[in-house]
């Protein structure tokens, strides 16, 4: 049985904000975890090119901050097309377009948060696991806008879920770094309700 209660999933295209908001909203409360729907899938893709530091395959943010820069260990292409090609072209194909849904739930059900704030919300399949899984009452979506950043690129879009429309959030990211941090209180808040 889980502990995990609440389910917030961000939705953005890259580069708009995404993981900052997320890690914002872990800071305002001690019962709040950040997850990936990717997390698995990063970790697959860097045990596939043997990618290891001190042994150990590289955790899911090791590329974080050169994701779309070619690199030598992904043999010149970017970690980003790695894994969308991992994905699209071997994992989904194989097991369905909701396989990265089913291994998240796994980790959520190991997670003692009471709310899970998953960073890469981008495929209504794999929301729909957690929505089945958890109810659609706590699943909440905040689609995350920032001007100039679109999906071009990217296999991800924005989704629309069957949740309450008081659990659906817009959240504009245009401004300083405070001002995301008055949104993440903002969104918490209603989360919490």
């Keep these: 049985m889980t502990l995990t209660r609440k389910i917030l999933l961000l939705n953005g295209p890259k580069r708009s904000g995404k993981d900052t908001l997320g890690r914002a909203i872990a800071r305002l409360h001690d019962e709040v975890g950040?997850?990936?729907?990717?997390?698995?899938?990063?970790?697959?893709?860097?045990?596939?090119?043997?990618?290891?530091?001190?042994?150990?395959?590289?955790?899911?943010?090791?590329?974080?901050?050169?994701?779309?820069?070619?690199?030598?260990?992904?043999?010149?292409?970017?970690?980003?097309?790695?894994?969308?090609?991992?994905?699209?072209?071997?994992?989904?194909?194989?097991?369905?377009?909701?396989?990265?849904?089913?291994?998240?739930?796994?980790?959520?059900?190991?997670?003692?948060?009471?709310?899970a704030v998953v960073t890469d919300s981008g495929f209504r399949s794999e929301a729909e696991v957690l929505i089945e899984e958890f109810g659609r009452e706590s699943v909440f979506l905040v689609h995350l806008h920032r001007l100039g950043h679109t999906f071009a690129g990217d296999s991800r879009s924005f989704i629309d879920l069957d949740v309450p429309p008081e659990n659906k959030m817009r959240v504009q990211n245009d401004g300083t770094l405070d001002d995301l941090r008055e949104r993440a209180q903002e969104v918490l808040r209603r989360v919490l309700r």
């Design 34 to 115: 950040v997850f990936k729907f990717a997390g698995a899938l990063k970790a697959m893709t860097h045990g596939a090119y043997g990618i290891t530091h001190g042994g150990l395959v590289v955790d899911d943010d090791y590329f974080e901050d050169r994701k779309d820069q070619p690199c030598e260990e992904f043999y010149g292409i970017t970690p980003r097309h790695a894994y969308i090609a991992m994905s699209e072209r071997l994992m989904k194909p194989m097991h369905g377009q909701s396989i990265f849904g089913e291994l998240l739930r796994k980790v959520l059900h190991a997670s003692p948060f009471q709310v």
